[in-house]
């Protein structure tokens, strides 16, 4: 298919990504992609699949096994001058990296007063859902959007990861890249050839409605649009914002939407307690109390471990809590 | 000369008293009397066929993803056989065998396969800690624990389980240090197969053994034949007796392969060629152990026959009883996050129930 004179394919978020990496390591040539198996297994969800044979093993480098190692020299990669992308296998394979990402990723440019930067990306699948082991399925994005100094983009359809991708490799500071690993495969969609970019720090408008504001990112948007569609029923008409990214946040986007509607819903897979819900019921405090027609709802995961397949189910947010939480909104 | 020195790793020797053609090493000697060696060749053969349907059953959709053991057998009965009751064990994520060794029941480990955290809970009384995931962690683990039954005055030692990926985690030179600087009555046991998913050994290290790396923190390491069981009993016997008399450390290579998948979620034909294995099958563990068992005639097809038939009937009942378990109820995921539920927990508990 064809736009204009761009190339269209439906394709599915991995292998939007994979396209992403080519296209921005053909265009520049300081990109280079670390991590465990990303060489020639092409990563174990396949997104960097074939670069390595395209790119050479001095662009595309399976590293020994070891997280904070990965990091921590992609931090001296970035500000020796290339534009490493280091990828963490697991979001549960992640925390060895905290050091690095909070005292040094976070705050070099900071504290070298600008004189030393690294623009580095970490892609990092995360989320349950996939019936995954132990350590397979955290949502710990709100502990990466506390740390100063890094910017964190969870992409939630197909063409959103290629765009969002594309902006967070060029940006000048370092990016945190969550992908929903639970629709990694779930979604196709058309997805051009060649180069777009979609802002950083800008929300997306899903759908529009006039009821009821659905806050939400990555596997989520998914859920919401199915509890949307099915709240049609109630003749509830629901707005979706895909946050796309969560720090730095767009308040403006979410407070003009709850101005409108006066109510608020926001999902999330991550425990509840200190959870981005938290940070965004506050923003709408302060910025938008007075249009409030009650208070805002949390649909999220719970402050426990996310549990193992058998009982994955209960942990995970689902459209009939959603639909249960936009009634009590609806109703207060 | 002890077994410490004569293979000292930079002499580059690695131990082995059983070859693969099941005769001995000149000068070698089995640790194990002949029913002794076919009680543990009849585990062995459990083990792998357990570990089969393991595999076959999450292809079938019925178990979880699967970490199997195919092919470290030897190690893994051969490093628990030495233990002694009281003894901890820090399992990696491939530790069929040193659980079923430990005493862990097929169907508690099927249950945590299948997606049941209770599968997790160790029976009062058998030391050995879930699984743990993130790779090389849980090495600093059992230092503390050797470290805390030393300050205790416990003569019981610990060992955890590696791969050759782990070596490069932080937390493992960490865990050989502090264990070096305490004396920690622990083993280092590396199951070198090889692979890290698809990372070869070679890409690992720039090291020749992963042994040799003991000498830097100050401790005996040494390279074992990890296909060859009598040589894994014979070297961690040795690292035990050891370890409990207050020598401290001792890190092990066992040197064997992954004849299978990394997990059931893995595609090993795209890293690895069919003829990269073909020069590693003889020099399976249960081959060479057949072979002599076969030698000093006690194995025939027979035997063979009535050991396979025992286990699968076993490995039947196993399944079913594991199956038979039911859905865990939902306070079942609230209930053991803390020794009592909080208030926010009880809160959200009650919520979702309210849901459902």
Same mark, same amino acid.
């Given at each position: ?19 992403? &990496? ?97 623009? &580095? ?70 997805? %051009? ?41 109630? =003749? ?97 | ?17 059983? =070859? %693969? ?101 160790? %029976? ?24 805390? !039954? ?33 004396? !920690? ?112 005639? &006690? ?58």
């Amino acid at each position: 298919m064809a736009e204009g004179d761009r190339t269209m394919a439906k394709l599915n978020m991995v292998e939007a990504i994979n396209l992403a &990496l080519r296209e921005e390591m053909e265009r520049d040539n300081r990109v280079v992609i670390l991590g465990e198996d990303v060489g020639k297994e092409g990563g174990v969800f396949r997104v960097t699949d074939g670069l390595q044979a395209k790119f050479g093993a001095d662009r595309v480098i399976d590293t020994p096994l070891a997280e904070a190692g990965i990091v921590g020299s992609a931090f001296g990669m970035a500000v020796y001058g290339l534009r490493p992308i280091a990828e963490i296998q697991f979001e549960g394979f992640l925390y060895p990296c905290l050091d690095q990402i909070n005292n040094h990723i976070g705050r070099i440019r900071n504290r070298s007063r600008g004189r030393f930067t690294c623009p &580095l990306v970490i892609r990092l699948p995360y989320g349950g859902g996939i019936h995954a082991p132990e350590h397979h399925s955290d949502s710990p994005e709100a502990i990466l959007a506390h740390i100063p100094g890094i910017k964190v983009v969870i992409p939630s359809t197909p063409y959103e990861a290629k765009g969002l991708l594309f902006s967070a490799i060029r940006d000048p500071d370092p990016v945190i890249f969550f992908e929903p690993k639970r629709i990694y495969r779930a979604i196709r969609e058309e997805v %051009p050839e060649g180069d777009y970019t979609i802002p950083l720090g800008k929300a997306r408008l899903v759908q529009e409605g006039k009821d009821v504001t659905m806050v939400v990112w990555g596997a989520m948007v998914r859920e919401a649009l199915n509890a949307a569609e099915q709240l049609k029923a109630d =003749k509830i008409e629901a707005e979706i914002i895909d946050l796309r990214t969560i720090s730095p946040i767009d308040s403006e986007t979410i407070v003009t939407s709850i101005r409108k509607t006066g109510r608020g819903v926001i999902v999330h897979e991550a425990p509840k307690t200190c959870g981005l819900g938290a940070e965004i019921i506050a923003l709408i405090n302060e910025k938008a109390l007075l249009s409030l027609q009650a208070p805002i709802e949390r649909v999220t995961g719970f402050d426990i471990p996310v549990p193992l397949m058998k009982t994955e189910h209960y942990y995970l947010p689902n459209p009939k809590r959603i639909i249960l939480a936009v009634k009590r909104v609806m109703s207060f | 000369m002890g077994l410490m020195e004569d293979y000292h790793p930079l002499k580059g020797k690695m131990f082995q008293i059983l =070859k %693969p053609d099941g005769t001995l090493q000149p000068g070698g000697k089995p640790p194990l009397t002949d029913q002794e060696t076919l009680a543990l060749y009849q585990k062995m053969v459990f083990i792998r066929l357990a570990d089969q349907r393991a595999l076959s059953l999450q292809r079938q959709g019925r178990f979880g993803t699967y970490a199997p053991i195919w092919g470290q057998e030897a190690c893994q009965v051969g490093s628990t056989y030495p233990l002694q009751k009281g003894d901890w064990v820090f399992p990696a994520f491939r530790e069929i065998g040193a659980a079923l060794m430990m005493g862990i029941s097929l169907k508690k480990f099927y249950l945590y396969w299948m997606g049941n955290e209770m599968g997790s809970r160790a %029976p009062e009384g058998i030391n050995m800690m879930p699984v743990s995931v993130p790779v090389g962690s849980q090495t600093l683990h059992a230092v503390g624990a050797a470290w805390a !039954a030393k300050i205790k005055g416990d003569k019981i030692v610990t060992i955890a389980y590696f791969g050759d990926g782990a070596t490069s985690k932080g937390d493992f030179h960490e865990a050989m240090n502090f264990a070096g600087v305490f004396k !920690a009555p622990t083993i280092f046991f590396c199951q070198n197969n090889q692979f890290a998913i698809s990372v070869p050994r070679s890409l690992q290290t720039a090291s020749k053994t992963i042994a040799q790396k003991a000498i830097a923190y100050g401790f005996d390491g040494i390279q074992v034949d990890g296909n060859d069981l009598f040589a894994v009993i014979m070297a961690t016997k040795e690292a035990v007796e050891k370890a409990r008399s207050g020598a401290g450390p001792t890190l092990i290579e066992g040197v064997t392969y992954r004849f299978g998948p990394h997990t059931t979620a893995d595609d090993p034909t795209k890293y690895r060629k069919e003829e990269e294995i073909e020069p590693w099958k003889p020099l399976d563990p249960l081959v060479r152990l057949r072979l002599y068992l076969k030698g000093r005639g &006690l194995w025939n097809e027979e035997v063979e026959t009535r050991i396979t038939e025992e286990a699968q009937k076993e490995i039947d009942q196993t399944v079913k009883e594991a199956e038979a378990v039911p859905t865990p109820e939902v306070e079942e995921i609230f209930k053991y996050v803390f020794a009592e539920m909080t208030p926010p927990l009880k809160e959200q508990l009650e919520y979702l129930k309210s849901t459902l």
